[in-house]
């Protein structure tokens, strides 16, 4: 992984990120890596589906994903400070994000702790981002996104470009990285810019 520009103050900055049971944990993996790097409060939420892929994918436990976190909140936990409007975030980023997870939010079915904060997040008109990991799309996945797409929240799905010639599979995580980092304003380096 490349090192992170770190020039910006961004202490700050609260932001919650979610890692839902899907492939491709390791996005969330960096994620944290990079928003940690930049001195942001992370609230981090592991569903146990997570867990379970991050030991499969990357031999990486639990125990590892959290140290990369300023707060740790079991998914349990519904009277977590995160499940309140009046706790001030920047917003939320789910990386990677199941379809159960993106169904549970399109649908303000608010049973775990991801699914309220990220409902909190849309209801006080904070940034909510998505990076749905799943192919092929039925019609059901594609109407579930555009659902939430309509209530305020901003789907990032992990495609990846080719202009800045990335070189490695850690390239290709860090353009994807580095989009949902743009949306929140937080500057970085992580790949080259079309210019």
């Known amino acids: 992984m490349k090192p992170v520009n770190d020039s910006e103050n961004n ?19 960096r ?19 997570a867990k379970k892929i991050a030991g499969y994918e990357h031999d990486i436990n639990y125990e590892k994903i959290k140290s990369l976190a300023k707060f740790c909140h079991s998914n349990d936990d519904i009277a977590a400070p995160i499940a309140s409007g009046s706790f001030i975030t920047e917003g939320m980023i789910i990386v990677p994000c199941s379809i159960k997870t993106l169904s549970g939010i399109a649908n303000s079915y608010s049973d775990n702790l991801m699914i309220r904060a990220a409902d909190v997040c849309l209801k006080e008109r904070r940034k909510l981002i998505l990076m ?61 810019r079309w210019e």
């Open 11 to 29: 202490s700050m900055k609260r932001i919650i990120v979610g890692i839902s049971g899907a492939s491709g944990v390791i996005y969330g993996i």
């Open 31 to 49: 994620m944290l890596e990079v928003l940690r790097s930049k001195g942001i409060e992370v609230h981090l939420i592991v569903t146990e589906a």
């Open 132 to 192: 749905v990991r799943e192919t092929p799309l039925h019609l059901g996945h594609i109407e579930l996104m555009a659902k939430v797409t309509r209530i305020g929240g901003i789907i990032v799905p992990p495609v990846p470009s080719f202009y800045h010639k990335p070189k490695s599979i850690d390239d290709i995580i860090d353009q994807t990285i580095g989009k949902i980092l743009d949306l929140f304003g937080i500057d970085h380096n992580l790949f080259k």
